[in-house]
């Protein structure tokens, strides 16, 4: 299995180490090339206005879009969630627009609002340690939206079909969990295959 | 103090642990970008949409503040204000080294990260800011590792070499890039007793070297800065390491500010890939005149302040 890491800029070293960490082989992605043969990609946390004019430029927004109609697997981390959005506010940015939800930037305020948290999930039994920068707010979720993680009473994981987007970071923790989550996304089927675990109900914290 | 990249949380973690691993968080979203100083909220704009992924606001350049002499303080809030309200990147602002009455300020503004600078007239000779005690995120100039991991340990969340800023002369930064990553492989070859003896002639806590000698990295994002003019300056200093780059005068200094500073983010993205830094080397009119360093009296010197 081969995955892809967007390298524009941002946090992409952090998802690098914790996919080595899962030994799975992972590309840098700067180029078009780079999207050649993935089963997925990572789109990683940074500033989400910056990796836009990147992709756009480089004419590497359709072919993620191609990429997920082939049925690669997405993965976005805040920035990368911003990107993969259907709607994005605060201000209005284009975007992938490949999961059905509405995102606001820097809802939560300024980076003195950045803070740890831990709540909910399907994903595991004890609470997810979330890490939260600057962090967007999904403030809506289609109905082919599945809520796979919350903090404070609001979506902060969420899936639809072979696209899985997170406000905070785990890629800056010690906890493998979404990262597995999200490759067994990748190993999986056209259209991913709901796991035992992604249809359990949220566990309360 | 714990000042690992801060991975190890668990729920039970303290407050003062998630606080330093928010603020390397920041530093690490950061990485691969460049950060631009601007002055105006029309220069930020001009920033954001050229890809910067974060401003410094200023009131005057350090090639201005070099040109015009007088004692350098932080911007007046309202022009830090006005930037904030205009982009939607990080905002980072200056202080003057150890006045942490001005980093208060600026805390209190909202700013995401302050830089303790030594483009501003220091307000103290001796001590640096206790950088722990605050919520936001500071970044510090060094010239050496001994200078850096001093920083850390105060509490800084990323490293940028010094240079020698407002110069548009890329040799204090390689200079100091190149001591910094150097010292740190060089540790990387010690015992644990010539650690010690090392952490002596480096003047920093023993902890930090350990640790920078087992991972053979800085624990913080290390970004360059002073004097990095053009796409090729951007290119070079990556390689040897940085994982950002600060563009202070070279950008609105220069003929072309907008073209320019698209050219140094695509530069700084695909340092490794020399012809799409020629790509984006083409094109550019006249990078900003320069100094040669040497020809600068010590006393000119920005790169001797800070301690």
Redo the contacts between chains.
């Keep these: 299995m081969k995955v892809g890491i967007l390298a524009v800029q941002g946090d992409f070293e952090a998802h690098g180490q914790m996919l080595s960490r899962l030994g799975v082989e992972h590309i840098f992605v700067r180029t078009l090339a780079g999207l050649a043969n993935l089963e997925g990609l990572v789109l990683p946390g940074g500033e989400s206005s910056t990796h836009l004019k990147f992709l756009t430029e480089g004419g590497l927004l359709d072919a993620i879009r191609e990429l997920a109609r082939r049925g690669g697997a997405l993965f976005g981390t805040c920035a990368g969630a911003i990107l993969l959005a259907r709607e994005v506010k605060n201000p209005p940015q284009t975007s992938l627009g490949l999961a059905d939800i509405s995102v606001a930037r820097n809802a939560y305020g300024r980076q003195v609002a950045s803070q740890v948290l831990w709540g909910p999930s399907k994903l595991k039994e004890a609470p997810l340690e979330m890490v939260f920068i600057r962090a967007p707010l999904i403030e809506r979720v289609g109905s082919g939206v599945e809520v796979l993680a919350e903090s404070e009473g609001r979506p902060v994981l969420v899936r639809q079909d072979k696209v899985l987007a997170a406000t905070f970071h785990p890629e800056l923790t010690e906890d493998a969990t979404v990262h597995e989550y999200f490759l067994q996304m990748c190993a999986s089927g056209s259209r991913g295959v709901q796991t035992a675990e992604s249809t359990k109900a949220m566990r309360s914290s | 103090m714990d000042s690992s990249n801060g ?5 039970g ?1 303290s407050e003062k642990d ?1 606080l330093w ?2 603020k390397v ?2 530093a ?6 460049v950060i631009m100083d601007v002055t105006t909220a029309e220069q930020a704009r001009i920033a ?2 050229a ?4 401003v410094m606001a200023l009131e005057r350049v350090p090639a201005d503040i070099r040109k015009e002499g007088g004692v350098a303080r932080m911007a007046s809030p309202r022009i830090i204000r006005e930037i ?1 309200e205009t982009v ?3 905002v980072m602002a200056k202080v003057r080294i150890g006045h942490f009455a001005e980093a208060q300020v600026l ?1 209190a503004l ?4 302050i830089d303790e600078s030594e483009v501003l007239t220091p307000a103290d000779e001796e001590n640096h800011i206790w950088k722990h005690d605050f ?3 500071f970044v510090c100039g060094a010239r050496n590792l001994g200078e850096a991991l001093r920083r850390i340990a105060e509490g800084a969340a990323m490293i940028r070499t010094k240079g020698e800023a407002g110069s548009g002369n890329v040799v204090e930064a390689v200079r100091h890039m190149r001591a910094i990553v150097g010292h740190i492989r060089r540790l990387t070859t010690l015992r644990e007793d010539e650690l010690v003896h090392e952490a002596k002639e480096l003047g920093a806590p023993l902890e930090l070297v350990r640790q920078v000698a087992r991972t053979g990295k800085l624990p913080v994002p290390n970004f360059s800065a002073g004097g990095i003019a053009t796409p090729a300056d951007a290119a070079l200093v990556r390689q040897l390491g940085a994982e ?1 780059a600060f563009v202070g005068s070279g950008i609105f200094k220069s003929s072309d500010p907008e073209k320019r500073a698209r050219a140094i ?1 695509k530069a700084t ?2 340092f490794d ?1 020399p012809k799409a830094v020629l790509e984006a080397s083409e094109q550019l009119g006249e990078a900003m005149k320069g100094i040669d360093v040497r020809q600068l009296d010590e006393k000119e010197l920005l790169q001797t302040r800070g301690w």
């Design positions: 991975k190890q949380g668990n729920q973690s998630n691993r928010v968080g920041l690490e979203m950061l990485k691969g970008g954001e949409q890809g910067a992924c974060a904030m939607t990147i990080p805390e909202e700013v995401d990260f919520r936001v995120p950002a983010v993205t695909h890939d």
